[in-house]
């Protein structure tokens, strides 16, 4: 049987310490739980959870856990105001820490480092490196033009590749990459929506689109973004029927092959057994498919 890992040991021995504070007979998934350890057993077994390859934690009612921890801690600390503060404190801080609001978790870190607590070495520890992660999470990502949204972005994302060395190799090594992500995949989609503005615009988005795909292969939105590329294949392929609609400009061949790169993409995911994008994936390459035929029927 596999055994719950120990990622908060100090914490349930603070726990263990004290009497349990009964939550009477409340009910629901928001409500109470008996006591604080109940409360806590959710989130300690996922701590350690790599929500960049795979999808955050949720509970058989299909919440958020991280979030959930977050009500139950909230409901729990109403019914027992003041009770094992810092306890409490501190498993907030975790959890908005991997709800990626790191201010806020920096913030619960410093109350609890502040107590006279088992929990302060380790809080004070959490507040840095939470510290860090705010930081970087507060550079802005917008700008008036776009290139000076793309300028933006890079600059974020420089600050995020200091963090991911910082942390590389340790349980929060993930989030930042979740953030890394996040945000090459926002600069991919403002080329994308701006090429016609770009220079050589549509080879800078497909090798956008690409480079994304390339360096987050073991991330659990790889089939999210197959099918962007697949979406810009497809608006290429519709440019070309727009651009060459009179019968003699247009070319079966040279529309095929535009045409075919799409359902390409849209194939790998409508076959993707296991992920979630693949009923888009196949409503997306059976609706394209059936365009496609429609176009070549028209031009024949």
Avoid: C
């Amino acid at each position: 049987m596999r055994r719950r890992p120990l990622a908060t040991a100090a914490l349930v021995g603070v726990l263990l310490a004290a009497a349990p504070g009964h939550a009477g007979d409340a009910t629901g998934a928001f409500a109470p739980y008996e006591d604080l350890i109940e409360v806590l057993a959710d989130l300690t077994w996922h701590l350690k959870d790599d929500i960049y390859r795979f999808p955050p934690p949720r509970d058989p009612t299909g919440h958020d856990l991280y979030h959930l921890t977050l009500d139950r801690l909230g409901s729990w600390e109403k019914r027992f105001p003041g009770r094992l503060r810092d306890v409490t404190t501190f498993a907030r801080a975790e959890a908005l820490e991997r709800l990626g609001e790191y201010a806020g978790a920096a913030d619960a870190y410093r109350q609890v480092a502040a107590m006279a607590s088992p929990l302060a070495e380790r809080a004070r520890d959490g507040a840095a490196r939470a510290t860090d992660f705010a930081a970087a999470a507060a550079l802005p990502e917008d700008g008036p033009d776009v290139q000076a949204r793309l300028a933006a972005l890079k600059a974020k994302l420089e600050a995020w590749s200091k963090v991911i060395e910082r942390f590389g190799g340790t349980p929060y090594e993930p989030l930042a990459l979740v953030e890394e992500e996040r945000l090459e995949e926002e600069t991919a989609a403002t080329i994308v929506a701006h090429r016609h503005l770009i220079d050589d615009g549509d080879a800078t988005a497909e090798r956008s689109l690409r480079f994304l795909i390339e360096k987050h292969a073991e991330s659990k939105n790889l089939a999210a973004h197959i099918l962007r590329l697949a979406d810009l294949y497809a608006d290429l392929a519709r440019e070309y029927v727009a651009q060459h609609h009179r019968p003699l400009a247009f070319d079966e061949d040279d529309f095929r092959q535009r045409a075919d790169r799409a359902l390409e993409m849209y194939r790998k995911v409508a076959t993707w057994d296991g992920s979630p994008e693949k009923p888009e994936g196949q409503g997306q390459f059976s609706a394209f498919d059936a365009w496609k035929t429609a176009v070549l029927a028209r031009y024949r």
